[in-house]
């Protein structure tokens, strides 16, 4: 069975950058995207950036110039920078679309003023 596990959140200060990892037990996993989703306060989770299988990067307007996708064979990352509060919220990793077994514990990141 396949495993997705986040790592990488933490404290940061508003204007400072985090990078958090997305680590596929599987390397023989097959995908065709993967994507960063995130459950901000009082919202719903949704995608943040995705990559497909060929390196194709997509962003929500939100963070589209902050964050940036990129994949290392199992490990998936998101570099974000320039944080701000409003990014404070539980980050996840999965398939695009999602498959529900694959959700993880999440990383929770807290943007601070």
């Known amino acids: 069975q396949v495993q997705l596990a986040e790592s990488g959140g933490g404290l940061v200060q508003a204007g400072g950058s985090l990078r958090l990892s997305c680590i596929i037990s599987r390397v023989d996993f097959s995908y065709n995207t993967i994507a960063w989703y995130r459950q901000t306060p009082g919202k719903q989770r949704e995608w943040v950036a995705r990559i497909t299988r060929g390196g194709r990067t997509s962003y929500r307007d939100f963070v589209a110039g902050r964050f940036t996708i990129s994949r290392d064979k199992n490990t998936v990352y998101l570099l974000m920078n320039d944080l701000k509060v409003e990014d404070t919220g539980d980050y996840y990793c999965?398939?695009?679309?999602?498959?529900?077994?694959?959700w993880g514990q999440g990383v929770q990141v807290i943007v601070s003023t």
């Open positions: 999965n398939q695009d679309p999602p498959i529900r077994l694959y």
